[in-house]
């Protein structure tokens, strides 16, 4: 059988580590592209050398037209700017949101088939402007934040109790912004609950209430210490999962920034939930149970993600 293609729009950060990744795991050959000339080039030779030494087969090109996406299976998205300190992930939406518009076209026209994973940012809003633009299909285009702010949560939780991080279960919904919505019910160690770890002494509120914090501000604590940029390496690793989960038909229960009609009573906004990953793309929205308290941070986190729709659309007509 033929090799998967991967098409990577955006060869920064995010951008090349997702190549070195593809390629270790031999999920596909890998098209960088970028506008910056070079850049792209320069990176998949230098992924390409590494193969010899790591023993991958994958060939890695780069490139400044879209055209060479041509008939890629997956493309994922990271094209655009990067938050540096003192900014939030939506002072990012202006900017962004024209490139999300030049990137849906040349998807749509060179990889109209792709499963496309968008990661660039404010997450929500620039994955349902990329799905306007390119006009896919709702279940192929998706958007990563869910896998990385709950693989963040999981990492803070497995620091705390001092266990495997292979025990620890997290579920973080909603926006990927500052309205997060990290759900203490559905996360666990060893499918113990983390309220029920409180009661067991293993922690205090108090200290899973700062990890909820650390995990909200996740993004910003790294920004933080970087100052020229945001996280990739988690980003990259978070966005690989979901591609590996299309790419060989895991049905993987990923959260992931997904198509919402019906369910939680959304009207086809992108916002994220849980979902099953496979063959089709998004296969399947999961609506789970909340409570009270639970219902209120999503409704709070979905109505933040609205706001930053409404302000795509006062931006760009053709998105109104
Ligand atoms: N969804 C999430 O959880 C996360 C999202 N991000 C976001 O991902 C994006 C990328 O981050 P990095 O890779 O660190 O940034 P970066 O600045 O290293 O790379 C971005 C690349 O996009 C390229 N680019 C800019 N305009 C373009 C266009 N019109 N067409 C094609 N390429 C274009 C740039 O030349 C650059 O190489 C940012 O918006 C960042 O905020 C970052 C981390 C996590
Ligand atoms: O914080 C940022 O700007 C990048 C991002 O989305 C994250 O790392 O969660």
């Given at each position: 059988m033929a090799r998967a293609k991967i098409a990577l729009i955006g060869a920064g950060q995010i951008g090349g580590t997702l190549a070195h990744l593809a390629a270790l795991k031999e999920l596909g050959d890998v098209v960088l592209f970028d506008i910056a000339e070079g850049v792209p080039q320069g990176k998949a030779l230098d992924i390409a050398e590494a193969a010899p030494v790591d023993g991958y087969d994958a060939t890695m090109s780069g490139a400044n037209?879209?055209?060479?996406?041509?008939?890629?299976d997956v493309c994922i998205v990271t094209a655009g700017v990067a938050r540096k300190p003192?900014?939030?992930?939506?002072?990012?939406l202006g900017i962004n949101l024209k490139v999300m518009k030049s990137v849906g076209e040349g998807i749509a026209k060179h990889a109209p088939n792709a499963f496309v994973i968008c990661i660039t940012n404010p997450l929500d809003a620039m994955v349902w402007a990329l799905r306007e633009f390119s006009g896919l299909p709702k279940e192929k285009v998706c958007g990563m934040a869910g896998i990385l702010d709950s693989a963040r949560f999981r990492h803070f939780l497995a620091d705390e109790f001092k266990?495997?991080?292979?025990d620890v279960t997290a579920f973080v919904l909603g926006g990927?912004?500052?309205?997060?919505v990290p759900l203490t019910r559905y996360s666990t160690v060893a499918g113990i609950p983390l309220p029920d770890m409180v009661k067991m002494g293993w922690t205090t509120q108090e200290k899973l209430d700062a990890i909820v914090q650390r995990t909200r501000d996740g993004g910003a604590e790294i920004v933080g210490l970087l100052k020229t940029g945001s996280a990739f390496y988690a980003p990259a690793a978070s966005a690989i999962e979901m591609a590996e989960a299309y790419l060989k038909d895991q049905k993987r229960v990923l959260p992931c920034a997904a198509n919402v009609e019906?369910?939680?009573?959304?009207?086809?906004m992108y916002v994220g939930v849980p979902t099953v990953i496979g063959a089709g793309g998004i296969e399947k929205v999961i609506e789970i149970d909340m409570n009270k308290d639970e219902k209120a941070m999503f409704d709070k986190s979905v109505d933040a993600v609205k706001g930053l729709v409404e302000a795509c659309q006062g931006i760009d007509s053709s998105l109104a």
């Open positions: 037209d879209y055209a060479d996406i041509a008939g890629a003192g900014m939030s992930r939506d002072d990012l266990v495997s991080i292979k990927h912004g500052d309205t997060m019906g369910a939680y009573g959304l009207d086809g």
